[in-house]
């Protein structure tokens, strides 16, 4: 009933920039926290960027201060802000968020991912 979609994924020079979306659609009551992880080839799903549902952010220490997360609760869209690219940010990012679909009960979901690749 609930799905989380990416897109602004594509292929971008060291140093460009790049804004990835996530929009949520189908039943739900409201969005908690959401959240971008990311998966290079070969290697472990890691957390990119955390955003609550009020606002506050944490960020792994390889992006802070080049990316931003940041979220439109009307649009039920969280998105993140990927400046002064590098080629180790070349991964497919996924987003996350918990959300509540009923009173009592909150469901975590995932998107498919959108690929982001970093190269001159």
């Known amino acids: 009933q609930v799905q989380l979609v990416e897109s602004g994924g594509g292929l971008v020079q060291p140093g460009g920039s790049l804004r990835l979306s996530c929009a949520a659609s189908?039943?739900?009551?409201?969005?908690?926290?959401m959240g971008w992880y990311r998966q290079a080839p070969g290697k472990e799903r890691e957390l990119v960027a955390v955003?609550?549902?009020?606002?506050?952010?944490t960020y792994a220490d390889s992006v802070k201060g080049r990316f931003t997360i940041s979220r439109d609760n009307a649009k039920k869209t969280v998105y993140l802000q990927m400046n002064s690219l590098k080629s180790e940010d070349t991964a497919v990012y996924y987003c996350?968020?918990?959300?509540?679909?009923?009173?009592?009960?909150?469901?975590?979901?995932w998107g498919q991912g959108t690929l982001v690749t970093v190269s001159s």
């Open positions: 996350n968020g918990d959300i509540r679909i009923y009173v009592y009960k909150n469901l975590v979901v």
């Open positions: 189908g039943s739900f009551i409201s969005i908690n926290d």
């Open positions: 955003i609550t549902s009020r606002g506050s952010t």
